[in-house]
């Protein structure tokens, strides 16, 4: 299956082949560094909102 990549005018200038095999692909293709990032991306998130929830909890005293 091909998707269009680049539109211009509603012309598709650049067509690319796109793997319909799920999420698991694309964290396949992550290189090392790309992934270290996620990981540490998904860690600030969940602490962020542990944080909130602490601090709503305190607020509630």
Known sequence: MYVCKTLIQ????EWVS???????SFFSQL???EANQ???LTAL?????WSWRFL???AER
């Not at 509603?10 to 200038?13: L, P």
């Open 31 to 33: 290189t090392f560094a």
């Open 38 to 40: 996620l990981l540490s």
């Open 10 to 13: 509603n012309t598709c200038i």
């Open 56 to 58: 709503s909890k305190q």
């Open 18 to 24: 796109h793997d319909n095999q799920g999420f698991m």
């Open 45 to 49: 998130l969940f602490l962020n909102a």
